[in-house]
């Protein structure tokens, strides 16, 4: 019998292949997807996120979905409180959870749970920026690594934001973020995961990204962004800075030719999926699974079970 406790997720960059492998997995386990998308959570918006189709979704049941409009705040809280919603209905009426996505912190949300931390103390933080500015770039990742190098492993030393706030728990609670985060993590993990996370080589999946975009322009990309734009929807709105929507705002304002935003939009969803594998190789509990050569659902989705099977 399944432990519905036990929740597989299948994660992996951007037109790697998890759509049509899951689409099949799903159905092999009799299960009900739950998404983790962070762009596929708005209605209109479907062409740009490369949402399941309407025949996928008859096949399988998706939650996580068209639950907002383009216009409503939407945060990382809101997902893991909807998310965990629809995984306990569906362990509730017999079913077996699917996660699928490629959204890093919508993953990092399910299996570790939010860490809020103390409030921010801004007189503390303008002190930390400030010797940040009058010595050498890279002090406070320096100071960082001397208190806490638990936590400056998963933070890139560039990342000023991420390293100020993790200084500002240790000087406010003399404590370290990781530890933190650590004993949050361990009483808020209601279900145990399995991380998958699915990779390709550069050489496969960059042609896969290209090919991908020149799908969404033959769907009718530009014709989606447009509607958007004419039904009122801010080009500052977050949802309208996704991959494609960002592109095409440009292009309509006036600002590049349609080949550059096209050439833009490759560009930076090649970028993208390079972010996502720098995330997914912070995340120490998943199991990266090498679909390289697998062009059809059916063989990346025996490659998961064969995976799977090893780490249950």
């Known amino acids: 019998m399944t432990d519905r406790n036990n929740i597989l997720i299948i994660a992996g960059p951007t037109a790697v292949g998890k759509t049509d492998a899951s689409i099949l997995l799903a159905q092999d386990l009799r299960a009900e997807i739950v998404s983790a998308d962070s762009m596929q959570i708005y209605r209109g918006m479907d062409i740009g996120t490369a949402k399941p189709t309407e025949e996928q979704r008859r096949r399988v049941y998706h939650h996580m979905i068209d639950i907002v409009e383009p216009d409503q705040p939407y945060s990382v809280g809101d997902y893991l409180r909807d998310a965990r919603s629809a995984i306990d209905g569906i362990i509730a009426s017999g079913g077996v959870p699917l996660v699928v ?34 010595a050498e770039p890279g002090t406070l990742y320096a100071d960082l690594v001397k208190v806490d190098p638990e936590a400056a492993v998963k933070i890139h030393p560039n990342d000023l934001r991420r390293t100020v706030r993790a200084l500002e728990v240790y000087y406010l609670r003399d404590r370290k973020l990781s530890e933190f985060q650590r004993d949050h993590a361990f009483g808020d993990r209601p279900y145990r995961f399995r991380l998958l996370f699915l990779v390709r080589g550069r050489t496969e999946l960059y042609p896969r990204i290209e090919k991908r975009v020149d799908s969404m322009l033959d769907q009718g990309l530009d014709a989606e962004v447009k509607t958007l734009m004419e039904r009122g929807y801010s080009p500052d709105l977050i949802s309208m800075q996704g991959l494609g929507y960002k592109h095409f705002l440009a292009h309509f304002l006036g600002r590049t030719s349609r080949d550059e935003a096209v050439a833009l939009l490759k560009r930076d969803t090649r970028r993208y999926a390079k972010r996502q594998f720098t995330w997914f190789r912070r995340e120490p509990e998943a199991t990266w699974v090498d679909i390289s050569g697998l062009d059809s659902g059916e063989g990346i989705s025996e490659r998961i079970k064969k995976y799977d099977k090893e780490i249950h």
Not at 106 to 131: S, V
């Open 101 to 134: 996505g490629g959204t890093g912190l919508y993953i990092r949300a399910l299996t570790r749970g939010l860490f809020h931390g103390p409030p921010a103390d801004l007189e503390l933080r303008e002190r930390l920026l400030q010797r940040e500015a009058e």
